[in-house]
């Protein structure tokens, strides 16, 4: 089982503030003052896309898990198509430097 994500994520930050600014346009678009009117509106609407952030970064999370799982699974099952590759140092791969003066 995969551990929960942190309830601060970005989805969560960005889709919370999305949800805010929906409620800003919505009060905008009606004539009424846009940060001191529906205040229960814009915290509903924050709290909404913070909700649906939340578990878009789970899903996000689950997909990428399983998918990570039958990768390895796979390789695990089809050695032969991974062959070991020769590991190389980094001084082998770069030229001698030699300062032209």
Do not use: C
Not at 23 to 48: E, T, W
């Amino acid at each position: 089982a995969l551990p929960p994500p942190g309830i601060v994520n970005r989805n969560s930050v960005w889709l919370g503030l999305i949800g805010w600014t929906a409620a800003l346009m919505q009060n905008g678009i009606n004539r009424r003052p846009a940060f001191r009117s529906g205040v229960h509106r814009q915290l509903l609407f924050l709290s909404v896309g913070w909700f649906v952030g939340y578990h878009v970064t789970k899903l996000v999370n689950y997909k990428a898990a399983k998918m990570d799982k039958e990768m390895m699974d796979y390789m695990q099952h089809h050695p032969g198509d991974f062959p070991e590759v020769e590991r190389k140092t980094f001084a082998e791969i770069l030229e001698n430097f030699y300062p032209i003066r």
